[in-house]
């Protein structure tokens, strides 16, 4: 990708058949409306370390892409940004991202570890919406979340929280 891209437009990429493997520069600062849609051998991205937008559907039906790195500046995953990206394994959120809009993992059947940073936690009573419904659900037993140890006193309501967005009672947590 050119050091001069600044935004990757709506659909840029979508349909690309071809590409596995994508390196965000870092002057990317905003991901538009279903930028990579449906690019199905997209297996590696490496998001722009200034990535402040990341919009609804961006990576929908990435069904190859295997894991993602929310970077720092992102504060709101958008509807459906990763919807059917089915062998999506490991999430890693920015600690920055105060919002997962509905729909957002749906049907990433394959995760097996989603990170939750420390600040994130704080909006974990207010979000209630199903993110990560269908999220692992060939990998149940196999998906461990990834918490604060903070919240380790709180873990009937991360338990709750988490199954209310979507996950499997199943799932595993992990304090860290």
Not at 115 to 143: D, H, Q
């Amino acid at each position: 990708m050119p050091k001069s891209v600044k935004k990757i437009s709506y659909g840029a990429f979508a349909g690309c058949g071809n590409l596995r493997e994508l390196t965000m520069k870092n002057r990317v600062t905003k991901c538009e409306w279903n930028a990579f849609f449906n690019m199905r051998s997209l297996r590696k991205i490496k998001l722009s370390n200034n990535l402040k937008k990341l919009e609804s559907s961006a990576f929908s039906g990435c069904i190859r892409l295997q894991e993602i790195c929310i970077p720092e500046k992102i504060k709101r995953i958008n509807d459906c940004t990763f919807d059917g990206c089915t062998s999506l394994k490991s999430v890693i959120l920015g600690k920055n991202v105060s919002q997962i809009n509905a729909h957002a993992f749906r049907g990433c059947r394959n995760l097996q570890k989603v990170v939750f940073r420390k600040k994130m936690m704080k909006w974990i009573t207010l979000v209630a919406e199903p993110c990560f419904e269908r999220a692992s659900s060939s990998n149940y037993g196999k998906l461990t979340l990834h918490v604060p140890k903070k919240w380790k006193k709180k873990k009937k309501l991360v338990l709750k929280w988490f199954g209310d967005i979507g996950f499997s009672k199943k799932a595993k947590i992990k304090f860290y």
